[in-house]
């Protein structure tokens, strides 16, 4: 399974790396997987939702990802990134993409050594200004005007791509906040920046620390933290806490974190680590109440609607997420599918959407894992009202071989997911419950003869030790 | 007179009354010196003694007799003489205990341990079978009692290969001890006898006991008695793990030092747990040697096949119905008549419930028949109860005992608290 840390992390940092130090490095790693080109996949859309350098960031994955033979799409990736690195003043990234671009986008974007130039210029003279700034403030101890300092050196640092460095400015205002705003304030820099590093942990830690502050949150605020945890989260492979974070995300969020995520990706990612995670009751209960409110007849509306009044806190959520999966209507579809049983439909939406979703930032070394869950999540739903189950059927259900599907499904009955047995000759899967009465006499016959033995042997041994002591205590005496 | 007449006519004339045989013990045991001396003029004075009533006389000349070298045709003679004594001795009277050492060693154990000796020599084992097995069972006082004659007799029993004797005597339970060294052999070769006879999970307790026992240096009978554990763990339970194979209460010596020496072993049961047949054939194969050294070859041979055997049941856990072939590809055997051949071993041995249909090559498995409802299953769980609620009794019976034992009571009262909140009248004779 290629769902490890190593794959894209290191991509991250070396195009990151304050020292610079990785000038043509990212080209070694290649993606493993070349991906079917999507055509759906609009980049300047996709690049759109985003702001800042998360949108160079996810361009320059997409040119590295996107496969050797679609060339096309990479090199709008990159022209797009080129473009937006010019509005900023990060020339180490501004060389990186140059030399990915390699003059093949004509004389416009090449290497522009002047503006690098001036740009350095200027960076060298607001950094002496800043420090002199600083000096001062802190000479005089006036701690706002500190913290102050610290945040434009942080930000100065952010904007030239120094990433660790703007991470310790903004630390270090930590000992000169007053209010829970300055707080917050250096919480929510410090996420972006570890986001950006690919340090997760920290965003894990920054979020809780954000969240433990004494006053309340506004909403956007509070969506914002929800979301840096739920990406923390997918990160470290918690899927099932990743996809409540992500649900309990207010829709207020709208485009205020831009920076980092998009709502399509809230419930994109939310979505798809709840069906890979979540078993039928909380799917339920969190994501599609209301969309079969809306779709369904007014006497089954009325049903719901009881079950409604009972879940009172997901419905508020369910209004939210619902929000949100209306920006991806085919994540919606696949949800929809999957609760409703037609797996082979799901399946497809899910197999369409893998191309787009490889070339995600953050999705892209966990899409085999979750799809790997998602399908042995839907064979295992399949079979589990069933007494017995045509392998023939099933196969067809699933629009696989019965060879595969038997090979799946053995492992799964390994793996103790499906309580089943396989009859090979004729091709069915018998369910098999296990008979409660005969497990417990075995269990009772076999504790009771482990106790007989256990006693009898430290009977043995107290015996031993005792003739032992005995006979040390006697040449004593003697 | 000579002095040996006397001892004789004094054998013959103090063997009837229990004081008398006090008396005569003392005699004997002053005598022994100059019996030694005489040893070749002994054989007709034993024609004079009857073992049956004079058994305590009969059993000092006997000692003195065999004493010192004999060759084999002196070993012919006397090992008919030997047997016959302990077919008809009295029991109280052998089992009257010298003083003169520590080590409480019976004149009857050493008197059998030559006994032993001479069938050795004499490459008949199965001779001394039974009448060691007659002198073990008179020479104990209970049959929870372990005497040096049983580790010696299984000894017997396991070069004679005449396991069921040996079984006979495993089945009473042992939790009197004189020596520790016996019980180590006894627990290894009745582990082997049980191995020999196919039953694993007696072989294992019995093994357990060895390599978990209290010692305070490491000896090659726990060696030994490790490594064939690890085997059998393998053939039985199909899985063993370093680190949970010594429980917390072996000692520290057996933990620390015994993975030292058995390090082919460990090595063969890791390779076990990967599940690829062929590598662990390769492993064997590799270190045939090894084990053949260690006389364990063929017990890794069986380890090897019981790999085969759990895959197949494996296979009954996930199928209902499987091919002949399917079973030989999965199982990575050479073909379904091979698959065909294991699983009908495997049905005979009751270890698996399946139906072979030879016309279509498929295998049924089908469920344990056990319905643990018939009259056997009941007296089989009643007896369990019982034994086991015996067991308890005679557990509280311990526990009471040493609570009330002199040397128990003295070294806690040394280490308590002067005063506990509770008591404050502690009996200072216990602060010793």
Redesign the interface.
């Known amino acids: 399974m290629d769902a490890d840390d190593e794959s894209s992390n290191p991509m991250i940092d070396e195009i990151y790396a304050n020292g610079g130090s990785a000038e043509g490095g990212g080209g070694e790693k290649r993606s493993r997987r070349l991906i079917i080109s999507g055509d759906q996949f609009d980049i300047e859309a996709y690049a759109s939702l985003y702001s800042g350098r998360t949108k160079i960031a996810r361009l320059l994955f997409i040119a590295d990802h996107c496969g050797g033979d679609n060339s096309a799409m990479q090199l709008e990736a990159l022209r797009m990134a080129f473009d937006e690195i010019k509005k900023g003043e990060n020339t180490q990234l501004f060389r990186e993409v140059v030399n990915k671009i390699g003059g093949r986008l004509g004389p416009d974007y090449t290497m522009d050594v002047a503006w690098c130039e001036a740009v350095d210029r200027r960076a060298e003279q607001k950094k002496e200004k800043l420090d002199n700034e600083l000096n001062a403030y802190r000479t005089n101890l006036i701690k706002e005007s500190i913290r102050m300092g610290y945040n434009d050196f942080g930000d100065f640092y952010y904007a030239h791509g120094q990433l660790g460095e703007a991470f310790k400015s903004y630390v270090r205002t930590r000992d000169y906040c007053t209010t829970s705003k300055h707080i917050i304030h250096m919480c929510m820099s410090a996420i972006l920046v570890s986001i950006e590093m690919g340090q997760f942990t920290h965003v894990a830690s920054y979020v809780s620390k954000a969240e433990q502050t004494h006053e309340a949150l506004d909403q956007i605020t509070a969506a914002k933290l929800r979301c840096a945890a739920g990406l923390a989260n997918l990160v470290s492979k918690k899927y099932k806490l990743a996809a409540r974070k992500f649900l309990e995300t207010a829709p207020e969020l709208g485009s205020h974190y831009n920076e980092v995520i998009a709502p399509q990706d809230v419930a994109t990612y939310g979505g798809l680590c709840a069906l890979a995670t979540f078993d039928r009751t909380e799917l339920k209960a969190s994501t599609l109440t209301m969309i079969m409110l809306l779709n369904d007849d007014c006497e089954i509306s009325f049903v719901f609607l009881i079950l409604i009044l009972y879940l009172q806190a997901k419905v508020i959520d369910n209004i939210n997420f619902r929000n949100f999966l209306e920006l991806v209507p085919e994540v919606r579809e696949l949800i929809n599918d999957f609760y409703s049983s037609h797996y082979a439909s799901c399946l497809e939406y899910l197999a369409n959407l893998k191309a787009n979703l490889l070339l995600d930032i953050h999705l892209h070394d966990h899409v085999e894992t979750l799809y790997d869950q998602i399908r042995h999540k839907a064979l295992i739903q399949y079979t589990l009202p069933f007494v017995s189950v045509d392998l023939q059927m099933m196969a067809s259900a699933f629009k696989t071989t019965i060879t595969g599907l038997e090979k799946e499904l053995?492992a799964l009955?390994?793996d103790n997911q499906i309580q089943a047995?396989?009859?090979?000759?004729?091709k069915i899967l018998?369910a098999r419950h296990a008979?409660q009465?005969?497990a417990t006499?075995q269990r009772?016959?076999e504790t009771?003869?482990v106790?007989?033995?256990d006693?009898?042997?430290?009977?043995?041994?107290?015996?031993?030790?005792?003739?032992?002591?005995?006979?040390r205590?006697?040449?004593r005496k003697? | 007179m000579d002095p040996l007449e006397a001892l004789v006519a004094q054998i013959q004339g103090l063997s009837s009354t229990p004081g008398d045989i006090a008396r005569l013990h003392i005699i004997l045991k002053q005598a022994d010196d100059s019996l030694r001396a005489e040893s070749t003029r002994l054989s007709p004075v034993l024609g004079q003694l009857a073992p049956s009533e004079h058994s305590l006389g009969f059993l000092y000349v006997l000692d003195a007799f065999t004493s010192g070298q004999i060759s084999k045709q002196q070993a012919e003679t006397s090992v008919p003489i030997i047997t016959g004594f302990i077919n008809a001795c009295n029991a109280e009277q052998i089992r009257l205990a010298p003083e003169k050492c520590?080590n409480l060693c019976y004149p009857i154990v050493l008197v059998c341990k030559r006994l032993k000796d001479q069938v050795m020599m004499l490459e008949a084992p199965i001779r001394g079978a039974g009448p060691l097995l007659t002198a073990a069972r008179k020479l104990q006082l209970s049959t929870e009692h372990l005497t040096p004659l049983h580790s010696d007799f299984l000894m017997l029993c396991v070069l004679a290969k005449c396991y069921k004797t040996g079984l006979s005597i495993l089945e009473d339970?042992?939790?009197?001890?004189?020596q520790?060294r016996d019980?180590f052999l006894y627990c290894y070769y009745g582990g082997m006898i049980c191995i020999g006879l196919k039953r694993f999970q007696k072989a294992l307790?019995l093994l357990?006991?060895v390599v978990?026992?209290?010692m305070s240096t490491l000896n090659a009978i726990a060696v030994e008695a490790y490594k064939k554990y690890i085997l059998v763990s393998l053939i039985h339970h199909g899985q063993w793990q370093l680190s949970t194979s010594l429980p917390k209460?072996a000692s520290s010596v057996a933990q620390r030092s015994l993975k030292n020496f058995c390090q082919p072993y460990i090595e063969l049961a890791s390779s076990y747990g990967t599940e690829k047949i062929a590598e662990l054939e390769a492993y064997v194969q590799t270190n045939t040697e090894k084990f053949e050294n260690d006389n364990n070859l063929g017990l890794v041979k069986q380890v090897v096949l019981s790999m085969y055997k759990r895959n197949i049941q494996?296979l009954t856990?996930?199928?209902?119905?499987?091919?002949l072939q399917?079973i030989a590809n999965t199982v990575q055997l050479n073909s379904p008549k091979e698959a065909e051949m294991h699983v009908l071993q495997m049905i005979q041995d009751g270890e698996i419930y399946a139906t072979i249909n030879q016309r279509?090559g498929?295998v049924r498995?089908l469920?344990?028949p056990?319905?643990?409802k018939t009259c056997e299953m009941i007296e089989?769980?009643d007896s369990?109860?019982q034994?086991?609620m015996a067991?308890?009794r005679?557990?509280s019976a311990?526990d009471e005992q040493?609570s009330c034992d002199q040397?128990y009571l003295s070294k806690v009262g040394r280490e308590r608290q002067r005063y506990d909140f509770d008591d404050f009248d502690v009996p200072t004779k216990f602060n010793i």
């Open positions: 053995v009955i390994t047995r396989v009859d090979s000759h004729n018998y008979d009465r005969n006499f009772v016959l009771g003869r106790f007989d033995r006693v009898r042997s430290m009977l043995l041994r107290t015996n031993l030790i005792k003739y032992d002591y005995n006979a205590s006697l040449s003697l | 520590i339970d042992i939790f009197e001890v004189d520790p019980l307790d357990h006991n978990t026992a209290p209460y494996r856990q996930t199928y209902l119905t499987l091919s399917d279509d498929m498995f469920e344990d056990e319905q643990y089989n769980i369990s109860i034994r086991i067991l308890s005679k557990l311990m040493i040397l």
